[in-house]
């Protein structure tokens, strides 16, 4: 690890790659679809008796020892065979303008990356999106990749898999034996589940967020005024999914955020979500009452284009909700919320992204980027968990689900925030209930609010429950939440803390190859195979360090 | 803080003392008790409308900044003139012995602790331990400081009390609105709370450990053969206490083992716990097969001389049991349970602790020694959770558990271990059923065993979940747990790590005050009073110091 990639000028100069320590990448190809390339990573086990185990790796090409990293090329198009052959339209694509990278002047701007892409759109008459051919009852090779991708170890656990099944407990979900492509067009087309996949995103190595699937984790990372640029933003991205982040939100705000983000695509093999209301505010000065729809229409076309997968939407933050957290503690916590609370207020109207929802999903739909419905009205501390304003909106969100299933667009839904441990089932429940099983993608939720500079564990405990629970993807939460920007090592303790709930969660819930890696580790523990049990382990550099540290003492090795 | 108290020769020459930043230590005379001073740490808050907060302290003078430490002299005996005025038999005391400091000779030999102690031991006809005070219906200073330590803010909490108690969920406990002295004498009577408090340890400020108190947390120190002396294993126990530890567990094997003792027990303002057979096997040359009857009980009784709070006992691993873990994964993982294990096979025999259970209870009688009952037989991965072999224990722990309560001894049990989510309520449920409720201490449980490094998390949640569901005491798990020895941050970050876990669950199980502390955070953080929002954290140097890294940029901050 650690070699680099050069790059000229004020690109992005340098990226971690190689495989994490005592593993290596290999692709498989599902029978009968040579041209799908499956990616994981094998981590060998000296134990004669032991195979050796492959784990899901969302790294992307950064962690195969044979790739060749050119960021200014950006990754391989694997999906381009796939794209093709649908038939979508060729565009010109908008020309883009000063104010998308911020108005920066010459001297400063950032160079976009220089990587040529072929721009398409979706026909209204033909299928565009992942739940449009699921319905059709076409698999398509997203689904197929998918469905490998899932199984991990479950051809050899398949003996065992119904008796772990029902030895768990999954609380109503359906998690199959074995994961066929059919399987994941059914999950599809039941809105039970998302392959998040703009039509624009070739680069992407397909990746499923559904609660019979496994537990998934997002990173985020976004630029800053006062802190990183480009070459630490492309490094964030690739060191969060060497740890295992399965995709990413770029909350990047001010200056060269269109350029950035054309790095941070085309060199992304997962999904990248942005919340589009923060360059549109960039737009119009960062003033909340001059956003207006031609913004925010111009803004989201901007960045489908891009290629980003997954947009959050605050559209369920309606004026008439807004009085409802006048009482809160924290009143409203989350930016995109305050945003729109801010612009419903001071125009005395309803919410443009409520009214403008069929519109969104129109050019949503072209793309295949998929909703994330923001919840603008999360709790900000548990004092304000499940209260009136938080479930108002999430009603609001299930009917905008209902419309956005009918416009063809898939969706997620975001949840909390603060909750303490006791309100976080209700929550699951009550998101299954008004949003008919869209997928929910929380953050945290944090179980107490008195440890800031330990949120990642706070919101670790509520993140495994509410995985369990049935939560199909957690929003990781670094040691810096609530006090400042995450750093290099932040971020890695984030994705592992979050690696560590969404695998607790798996094992719960039943998943039939998830302990096969605990078995593992443990047999490797109890027979002092240091090596096998550090490469075993979600962070092997820090199991092994810590060892060196100190001889062990068996004394002192009580659990 | 981190101002020091010399001493001379060999002896710990610092701690740490001082107040935590943002806070004073202030004591309380209940009414009616003017020998009694309740500790507790109250947080300054800048807004006018929040009184000062008070919280839970177990730090002992060390935080108090008018007091003067000197550990030659050892702490102020608070439970003195309590003890003196219970007439227990003044005892010369056994000799202490060259195999008590592990043969050391003269050269290496760590002087004893100089402060003189009167020493005591019950009488046979005559109350000696809580649980016979509490069965005669007498209140005890102990539960009247307990009562007291309990209650917090609750006086001014108590017109939401049952309002917060019926809107959270507790699983069966009775946790009262608010604490009477005569609440704590009942669930002691009842066997349900104990206050581990041996007649010989007089520096001790009384604590209790039972469901319907608050959740409390056990550190583990321990010197060892090839690391820390004496200064460092002093300041780990105030080091711990000073981050929120309720207990300590002195795991020390090697030489010198009875003389630091000495000064951990002088010196600890809080319950010590230790594991009697880790020095009978020092004492017999570390060969598990050459243990005796003799020298485990010369080993109690020397122990609880020198005023040792509780004794891991690991009285439940039989004969019959130990066939039942030859298909784990993990085998035998506690040191222990291995230790009776392996003597029980050799001699093939029962086990002499569980053969000789009722002279092992007159002698822990004597002064008010704790049972925390073992449990050798837990799972070391989760793959061997729930299993045969772990209930089995658990089933005769369970009898053990009735012996002693007829002997007049207070009881706890130690749980797992390794448990995945799904298996944890269970682990509850049995023991409350087998063990009549008595209190429940478990190590973790690690909800998971892919990440070595970051234990203290996978265990967290587990801690979180089982301290919810009823388990009293959790025994914290540091970030080098299976690794190696833990240094100074990592017993703070254990420690934090556990305090976040049990304040989750008080939240959960709806104690009525404990929310308070939570509140009057997010209050701060939501009016940007950054200093109140360190000072009411669990650990201000660390949110003050990240806050300081960098500047706080909304964006990221989206909890």
């Keep these: 690890m650690n070699t680099s990639a050069p790059l000229p000028g004020s690109a992005p100069d340098t990226v971690t790659t190689g495989p994490i320590g005592g593993s290596k990448k290999v692709y498989v190809e599902p029978t009968l679809h040579p041209s799908i390339r499956v990616p994981f990573r094998e981590i060998a086990v000296t134990d004669a008796q032991t195979p050796a185990i492959r784990v899901y790796d969302p790294s992307g090409p950064y962690t195969d020892s044979e790739a060749r990293i050119d960021l200014a090329a950006g990754l391989p198009l694997v999906r381009e065979p796939w794209v093709q052959a649908r038939g979508f339209q060729a565009i010109e694509g908008r020309t883009v303008r000063p104010e998308d990278n911020g108005g920066v002047g010459p001297d400063r701007l950032v160079a976009p990356c220089p990587a040529r892409r072929r721009l398409r759109m979706g026909r209204p008459e033909a ?332 919101s670790g405990i509520g993140a495994a429950m509410i995985g369990w629970f049935g939560t199909a993807m957690l929003c990781y939460v670094t040691p810096k939440e609530h006090l400042g920007l995450p750093d290099r090592n932040d971020v890695k303790t984030g994705v592992i803390t979050y690696k560590i709930a969404a695998h607790a969660a798996d094992l719960a819930k039943g998943h039939p190859a998830a302990q096969v890696r605990d078995d593992a580790l443990s047999r490797a523990r109890f027979e002092f195979r240091w090596d096998d049990q550090f490469n075993l382990s979600l962070d092997p550099d820090t199991a092994r360090a810590y060892h060196d540290a100190t001889l062990p003492k068996d004394a002192h090795k009580v659990a």
């Design 127 to 458: 299928p565009v999106t992942q739940l449009e051919f699921a319905r059709a009852g076409i698999i398509t090779e997203e689904m197929i990749y998918v469905a490998h991708r899932e199984n991990l170890g479950r051809a050899e656990a398949l003996k065992d898999a119904s008796a772990t099944i029902a030895g768990a407990e999954s609380f109503g979900a359906a998690i199959p034996a074995f994961v066929t492509p059919e399987f994941v067009r059914q999950e599809i087309a039941l809105g039970r589940a998302i392959i998040p996949a703009n039509i624009n995103h070739g680069e992407l190595e397909p990746m499923a967020i559904g609660r019979n699937f496994l537990v998934k984790v997002n990173a985020n990372i976004g630029n800053s005024a006062i802190s990183s640029g480009v070459a630490e933003e492309v490094e964030k991205l690739v060191w969060a999914i060497r740890w295992g982040a399965d995709t990413i939100m770029d909350l990047s705000t001010g200056r060269n955020i269109h350029n950035i983000r054309s790095w941070i695509i085309r060199n992304s093999p997962v999904p990248i979500g942005t919340v589009p209301i923060y360059q549109a505010l960039e737009k119009v000065g960062g003033d909340p009452v001059k956003l207006t729809w031609e913004v925010f229409k111009d803004t989201l076309i901007e960045q489908a284009e891009q290629g980003v997968d997954y947009f959050t939407i605050h559209a369920g933050v309606r004026l008439r909700h807004v009085p409802l957290t006048a009482k809160r503690v924290t009143g409203i916590v989350s930016r995109g919320g305050s945003i729109m609370a801010r612009w419903c207020l001071a125009h005395h109207k309803e919410s443009f992204l409520y009214q403008r929802f069929d519109e969104i999903c129109d050019i949503m739909r072209r793309y295949d980027v998929a909703f994330s419905l923001g919840d603008g009205l999360r709790p900000g501390s548990i004092a304000d968990a499940n209260d009136e304003a938080q479930f108002a909106e999430l009603e609001t969100l299930g009917e905008l689900t209902k419309i956005a299933w009918a416009k063809g667009c898939q969706v997620m839904i975001e949840g909390p925030g603060h909750v303490p441990m006791h309100k976080i089932k209700l929550n699951m429940d009550k998101q299954l209930a008004c949003c008919a099983e869209a997928p929910f993608y929380t953050l945290g939720p944090l179980t107490t609010d008195i440890a800031p500079g330990y949120d990642h564990i706070t």
